[in-house]
């Protein structure tokens, strides 16, 4: 275990291995480099991610334990079925990425700004331009109301933030999430730390090397093109 956080220059994209991250703060591991395509690539490859302030230093994260969900494990609560054919909701891919990451920025409530800053925003359209990146939207005739965007690596989604602007919306883009993502051969989302609204859905604790294993085996796994297209889809609730 190292006693400090390794800091990183602007131009390699070396990270030190995530088993180097601190006990406290829980997961640190870098600061400094930059927001390139490339460093978050390789980054969220190796089970790390940048959480940080605006106007802070950028910092790296890989947290002991890690909160994921496996798939095609995933059963949504009863009552969540319930809502989303009270409501009629319908859902998409990809059609609102900009528009999601947006509202995800907005702030929540007893918050007094956001750590998706207008630079991680502009990083992870870049990362959506490229085709690494992706959003699931829920919609209420042709209004968003909800949606969640992330990363995808071969097997497994890294999930970055969520939103609702209606009751029970976000848990309803991870179920439409978790079901579009395992039916193409997905295994695992990651979630990265837990919060009370994860653990409501069912989000496991573990250790941050079983992630890293999981993560090693799955995220190269082959998957089809078709599956982040954008496009509207339904499916059985």
């Known amino acids: 275990m190292v006693s400090a956080v390794s800091y990183l220059n602007q131009h390699a994209q070396w990270f030190p291995p995530a088993h180097q991250a601190l006990e406290e703060p829980n997961g640190l591991l870098a600061i400094g480099g930059d927001l390139s395509r490339d460093r978050l690539l390789h980054a969220y490859r190796n089970g790390i991610f940048p959480w940080f302030n605006p106007g802070d230093p950028i910092l790296w994260w890989s947290p002991d334990p890690r909160a994921i969900f496996d798939l095609p494990a995933f059963v949504p609560p009863r009552s969540l079925k319930k809502c989303v054919r009270q409501n009629g909701w319908h859902f998409s891919v990809n059609l609102a990425f900009d528009e999601v990451i947006a509202a995800c920025a907005e702030p929540r409530a007893?918050?007094?700004g956001t750590w998706i800053s207008p630079d991680m925003q502009h990083a992870y359209q870049q990362l959506h331009r490229s085709?690494?990146?992706?959003?699931?939207?829920?919609?209420q005739g042709d209004i968003l109301v909800g949606g969640l965007y992330g990363l995808a690596l071969g097997g497994?989604?890294?999930?970055e933030s969520m939103f609702h602007r209606v009751s029970n919306a976000s848990k309803a883009a991870f179920w439409a999430l978790a079901c579009h993502f395992s039916k193409a051969g997905?295994?695992?989302?990651?979630a990265q730390v837990p919060n009370d609204h994860l653990l409501r859905l069912g989000a496991q604790m573990v250790p941050r090397m079983t992630f890293l294993e999981r993560l090693h085996a799955l995220r190269d796994r082959p998957m089809p093109d078709a599956i982040w297209q954008p496009a509207r889809y339904e499916f059985d609730v």
């Open 156 to 159: 497994v989604f890294c999930g």
């Open 110 to 112: 007893k918050q007094d």
């Open 131 to 139: 085709g690494h990146a992706h959003s699931v939207e829920v919609w």
């Open 186 to 190: 997905g295994r695992m989302i990651d």
